[in-house]
């Protein structure tokens, strides 16, 4: 089962260049979610999507964009990448709400800009 | 906003019982999480507790008390491969986790 897929698993990039990381599910979830986790500052996010068609904001969404434009697929854009995005993102989704809110994780992306 | 603290570190015994705690003060509340995740992979769930009480799963049990915005995760007869960090996550008034900084365990012969 493929649950979560995210890609890519790791990338350098140079600092002011754009970038997507990808995220799909096959678990028919409603909500999806990105995530980055900084050594000493735990899981913070970034963006969410209750439903397809529909995103809000998290924790920390300046320099990040997405889209939700079907059930299955997530992407996270960084229009013009900083050193401080340098981090793992996770990518996760869930089917609804209280019990239903468990999460499931993508493997996560490591991203290093430089 | 939310505010979810716990301890950064701990350390145990192999086969020793330990407890790790999670303070929360959010806006809303519908729920909360613990997750385990190892060095360099994803986080799994472990618990979710919504009513005041005990859940037990196992080797782990984790407990919550609503009026208190206090949560615990008991592990016991610990193991080596349970060296991880531990994430406490409060679901407030929507549909989204809010992550504690998590707490590193180490578990030592």
Redesign the interface.
Known sequence: TAGITQAPTSQILAAGRSMTLRCTQDMRHN?M?W?RQDL??????IH?S?TAGTTGK??VPDGYSVSRANTDDFPLTLASAVPSQTSVY?CAS?S????S????????SRLTVL | GQNIDQPTEMTATEGAIVQINCTYQTSGFNGLFWYQQHAGEAPTFLSYNVLDGLEEKGRFSSFLSRSKGYSYLLLKELQMKDSASYLCAVIDSGYALNFGKGTSLLVTP
């Open positions: 909500a979610y995530y000493g500052l735990g899981l913070r996010l969410y209750n998290g924790e996770f869930s609804g709400t209280g019990e809110g468990e999460l499931f994780f993508g493997e996560g």
